[in-house]
């Protein structure tokens, strides 16, 4: 079969003709028909070509369609959310907001339930509503969404049956943080103050001291307690239970004593004071050449940015935070640039090769396609996690990981692509049309990728189609087990995103969503995509799988 | 019986040439493994002077050839696939492999067992119910399967079954007790996880092959003899079906063996994968080099299985014939 073009070729020569030609001379042609009149009529219809027809039937293949259209918004999404998002994912992880779920203020002031943030607790006691209430009151942010639920249990106290309820809350993680304590530089102290006379947001709020919290206690038995920044009023106990006046309200615990605020040369205190402040109270707590202050760090959040860029805008993560403090919807957006580019890469080069190598394989035929074969025999017996690592292993440290990468790819990734474009050959090598152009002379090259290669096109591209999303998927999971780190060039990768979002799976489920919902939506629709193609170019294939 | 005498054969040419491809392929991870630098091994341990040993007998600083002679004939002699010297230090590293690969295998028997009924069974509903609102949802659906990857699935069944019903455990047991009702329900999760792919897989095999074999002018022949639909799908169609059906269960049993790292870290299964991982991180060479060859060996005999067995099952195929 496979010889049969040339044996025919051969024999004519030898057997048919008087002499042999090695090329025709071209004397020897004449027209067939100069001088006849031509009877044949004009086609009435517009003529289709191949791609057009294949277009058509694609057209015709609904979910292919909507396949198509998902990946160009998926496309047009990687290239667009690092240029919306506010963020910079090398350079903006906050060390705060870690795994924090998607927010963006103006949505989540409608509180309709979606981008506000929240985080469910479902053991919240008396003690932390209480502490939410005075982040309230203090920082005017109250973090306390919704009480979806409350149990009442009964525990033995001191030998009594005491009631304990628990509640199931809905949090908005954002303002739960509300006040911490920063040690700051005089300068940075001053650049607050500055900060809050610009904009009127209130960043400082007024140092408290243990002993003034924990007033039923002595000094120094105060003092070891563990500090914490959200407790402003005073306290009856070491856990935080609020010492209420008869309305029910806080008791304020600021310090009041000018002379623990640091020296006053460097950081008096000129700027906003909260309600309630009759002036006396301290906004900073003196300590070795810095001061230590209470910030509301969601405001503080505006500071920094304010700082760096001048601008200032409240945490806006569409997507929510990962765990290094990456903003999800931006991060997302890089490592799919990287994935569909770096497979557009990959497919490109493989092409390139297979097509070539393959063309060879099936158009020589006989002992060439032999070792050739063996050769990518013994390439595909290579598992590629174990060529990926290997390559890692030796290059990585030369060329980069990428590049190291990308070799991994290329090494074995072409042989599918040969074995398909040597089928194709050994299909068409043998038809006439070849045989023809042979007979008037066309070299091998020529035959090979003017008169065959067209004619394979339409499988090849199809197989394209396939190649990338497999590309993208080996990727995701090299970059998942962190046997490849690119993290170093791009920042971040899909696999990557996925692997710390399993991590915290527990807390914040919407760090592993995120990007496994755009990883599947962009294999899923590729993959439709790619069954649209190749029912498209290869009709009679339609149905059948592969 | 001729035919038999042709695929015996056959199988055994296929065989050989596996065999050569293998020693090419560990040869060249061989070499290549061999050629990376080798870490520090910690001063005043007492395993360090057995390692040294150990690479002295290896030959480590002979040519490479020689050393792959020694590595062969180790094998052959005494199955001694060298000492872990980084991560199991001073242990043998075939006695280590050896006991992470019952818990990688169990994992994926189930599954495969889990998947065939299911996905054989689906495929027969979609290609009686061709073309009708069964077979396409059937048939969208696999597609869709197919495509997500197996670990989108881990996340799904760790998250909401897991951790949030908590009908399982989240990760699995450890412990070497692989055939208790704990250890059972602990590897669910992971046997799920990987069975919608295999599922999918088999329900398009089976959809694709039994609507080609429900057309043949035979099944119209069943059905005039006077055998009912049920009768001539199972006796006829069903038969035909199997050649096409078996050896890809197959080949997907040995594929499978490999196992899934993904899958396998989620649930911190303690196999075969997480061992992989580890020898890289450590780099631990004796175990990476017998990983290689173990995941090398699986992947080509998937593929030799998966030819053979079409010539056993249907002895009209005479596979590699000439014509």
Redesign the interface.
Known sequence: MMETGKSEYSSQNTNGANQVYEHIPAEKFAFAQMDTEIRDTKLQTKSRGYFADAMIRFKKNK?SVVAAWIIGLLVVFAVLAPVISPYNIKKDKDVVYRNFAPYIESVAKLNIGIFDGAQTYSSANDLNLQKYRGIAQETGMDPLLEITGTEVTYVMERGQMVAKNFYKVKVNSYYRIGVVNQNVSYDTFNKIQQFQDETGIQVLYPVVEQKDIYVKMSESEAKSVAVDANIWYQCSDVKGTPILDKDGNFKPAYCTDIKKAGPQDQVAYHSLRIAGDDGSYVYSLAKSGSVSVRVCYYNYYQFQQWLADGEYNPPMYIFGTNELGQDLFCAIGIGARFSLLFALLVSAINLTIGAVYGAIQGYYGGAVDMILDRIA??LS???F??VA??FQ??LAQKVGPVVSFLFAFVLTGWIGMAALTRKQFYRFKGQEHILAARTLGASDRRLMFKHIFPNALGTIITSCAMVI?SVI?SE??LT????VNLSSFTGTSIGVL?EQ??RA??TA?HA??FP?IF??LL??S???FG?GLRDAFNPTMR???G | MRNLGYTIKYAIQRILLMLL??L??TL??FV??R??PLKELPIGDPHTDVILAQREAFGYNKPYLVQFGIFLKNIFTRFDWGISDQLYFGQNVADIFLSKLPATMLVNVYSIVLSIPFGIILGIVAALKKNSWIDHTIS?LT??I????S??YA?LI??FLC?KLGWFPLLMKDGTDYFTWPMFRSMLPAVMSLSFGVIAGFT??TR?EL?EVLTNDFMLLARTKGLTKMQATVRHALKNCMVVILPSILSEFIGIM?GS??IE??FSVPGVGGL??NS??A?DYNM?LLL?VF??VI??LAGVVFDISYGFIDPRIRMGSKK
């Open positions: 979910s025999d013994v017996g290579v598992p996690i174990v690592t290997l292993l030796h999303p998927s995701t999971n998942y087990l962190g046997i996925m979002g399993q799976m527990t489920p592993m969503f496994a990883f599947s294999m899923i590729f993959n439709l069954n149905g059948a799988e | 491809t293998l090419i392929i060249i991870c290549l493994i050629m990376l969208t597609m869709v197919i495509s997500v990857p670990f989108v996340f760790q998250y951790f398009r095999v694709a609507t490999s790292l993904i870290k989620i992989y991982l890289i991180n780099l990476f290689t995941y090398t992947g080509l």
